[in-house]
């Protein structure tokens, strides 16, 4: 058994990277707002993790396990080729490219091989005289599941890259495990074996998804192909606040709006269907979402392009941030205010001061040490708990 683990930091991504199809062939106008989020960022470190097999770089207990989910399946499966007579080969965080005499240029000029290309997880290449398997591993760390495997994009075209860089490899199962959700038992539809008679078929699909992404990049919002809503999709789009399809979506909302006429009193059980709940729920929070784009587009406008928007005047204002809170109290209570009455104007930012504690900590001790502060907070009495509220989630197994 040989393994092999490449560099990859700095190493960016495709511009038709395989993890972006599925989002393009729900809407070829789609382009992801690269947002950098606190999931994102666990995310990548659990990948590191995994990838390293050194578990001291995680702070949560709850990460560790998710790692040693994966590993523990990876190491299976090894297990099992191995007892099967295979000799296996292990290639981790490899570049693998879907028509590899193919080159795309990226926006900062790098020149990418292959139609798409990207980074699975593991690839496992077990030989023996009467062949070779190849098993392609991605961990996802998400509080969502993704599409089935069968019809994952992303697995396509990793599927697809191997049986072309790899001419001995008969069939490529591709998993897809999220050790956060499926902690009991893996569900088998995250799993299939794409063959070499697929892929014809499957360089197809691929093209035809690249294909209408370039279009729509090329010709925007005059194109032929038309934007697609979705509400789990257009929130993470950066074109949101000028996609046509959602200011259509938001118009109409608007329009009747304008046309209702509260009566003196509002029944409760005016919206009594849970689907239609769900639907107008999911629409409110793209709405409210193309509310903000819109605003900071247009503020965006009137700073930097010298637009003038008939009726409105741009206000600025500085935010004032207290850098030091013992030098205002003193000050406070120099001008007549009591500790006391000082102390009731103010709001300590809890969450705020658990993560800084947090950040403080040896590596594996920082959720410790937060439990530790809340329950001294609680116990002094200088924290009470306060009024409790209310608020709508996704359910975490639903998919994208």
Known sequence: MTSTNLPTNDRGHHPDSPSSLQSTAACAHF???????????????????????????LDEQEQVDAVKRCLAIEDDLIGSLTAAGFDVEIIREEYLAVCADEKISAEDGKLWDGLTGGYPDTLLLARRSEGTLAVVLDWKFGQMLVTPTASNLQGMAYALAVLQTYTDVAEVMVQFYHPHIEQDKHQPEYSHTFSRDDMGAMELTIRRVVAQKRDAARDGWDSSIAPVPSTSLCVWCSKLGTCPAVQSLALTTHQKHEKLELPVEVSPQYLTDPTSMRKIYQVSKVLETFAKAVRDRIIDAVITEDVKVPGMTLVSKANRKVTSVRKVAQIATNSGLTQDEFESCVTVPITAVET?????????????????????????????????????????????
């Open 31 to 57: 382009e992801n707002l690269q947002r950098e989020t606190a999931a994102a960022a666990a995310g990548t470190l659990q990948h590191h993790a995994a990838e390293t097999r050194d578990l001291s770089q």
């Open 356 to 400: 800084a504690i947090k950040a403080k900590q040896p590596r594996g001790h920082g959720k410790t040490a937060v439990e530790e502060f809340r329950q001294m907070l609680e116990q002094s009495g200088a924290i009470v708990e306060g009024t409790p509220y209310s608020y709508l989630t996704e359910s975490r197994k639903n998919r994208d």
